[in-house]
């Protein structure tokens, strides 16, 4: 899954790609570099990070959306929010995944949409907006916390009739966590591919990658993040970049290809 931001303030990519040829331009690159789904987001959640209205939400990620789905039809794209409006315009315009950080938290009329529209829906684990999420990185054990809240969200969804089939885990590396939250979760992979839904790992560029490092400089360690991802059968990986992933990923299939063949 590579990351399309339309927006200014982005902690890796702010302002590469909030204007409509830029983006058109970054999607027709992740392209050719073999990318399965365009995420396009419209509105930062970085630690820290204001929210913008919705109707500049729609005005960052609508016509993009538009231009990708008109000139790129093969694409599969996602759209990144937390708002059941902007998702719901989003998908009329050609998005085919809604990808929410909240898990349906932040606006209630979310799972309607999910449900009337059947598309897989991204589901991460989420303890609130990006102004306050840091006050609550406070565990006992993050993984079975983390696991509980996020069935508990599953449950909730689809008591509101959402599908089973339609929903994706994400544990949120960099969400309400602390460093050492995200190295547990990532060192126990396992316990989430457990649950048996496809689990969307978002690990690129993240600052406990490397605090000392800038965005770009934490390439190398989120390629690294990506090829144990691809060891444990995660479902699929949220890059700012693709070919390496997309290498890296390729290499480990082979890998695991000629050990069972063995």
């Known amino acids: ?16 790609h909030n204007s409509l040829p830029a983006a058109i331009n970054r999607a027709q ?23 913008i209205t919705e109707a500049e ?18 694409v599969t794209i996602s759209i990144d929010t937390t708002r059941a409006n902007v998702a719901l315009k989003a998908l009329n315009a050609g998005a085919k995944i809604i990808n929410d950080v909240s898990g349906g938290l932040a606006d209630p009329k979310m799972a309607e949409v999910v449900a009337n529209s059947g598309v897989k829906y991204v589901v991460m684990h989420w303890r609130g907006s990006s ?3 840091q006050s609550k990185a ?3 054990d993050v993984n079975s916390e983390v696991i509980a809240e996020l069935l ?4 909730s969804l689809k008591f509101s009739g959402v599908l089973e089939s339609q929903i994706i885990l994400d544990p949120g590396l960099g969400f309400a966590k602390l460093p050492e939250h995200n190295w547990e979760i990532i060192q126990n992979l396992e316990m989430f591919t457990n649950l048996g839904f496809p689990i969307l790992i978002g690990a690129s560029r993240k ?13 190398a360690a989120s390629i690294a993040i990506t090829s144990l991802c691809a060891k444990n059968k995660i479902w699929g ?3 700012h970049s693709v070919k390496g992933h997309k290498i890296a990923i390729d290499i480990v299939d082979k890998s695991n290809s000629e050990s069972e063949a063995k």
Not at 152 to 155: E, N, P, Q, Y
Not at 207 to 219: D, M, T, V
């Open 1 to 16: 899954m590579g990351i399309l931001n339309v927006t200014p303030d982005s902690f890796a990519d702010g302002g590469m």
């Open 29 to 51: 690159e992740m392209i050719s570099e073999g990318v399965d789904i365009i995420d396009v987001g419209g509105e930062s959640t970085r630690p820290g990070a204001a929210r």
């Open 57 to 74: 939400e729609l005005l960052r990620t609508i016509p993009v959306i538009e231009a990708i789905a008109k000139s790129f039809p093969e």
């Open 131 to 133: 102004e306050s999420m």
């Open 138 to 140: 406070i565990y006992k």
């Open 152 to 155: 508990g969200r599953v449950d």
């Open 207 to 219: 600052r406990f990658l490397g605090e000392e490092l800038s965005p770009i400089e934490r390439e």
């Open 237 to 239: 990986v949220r890059t």
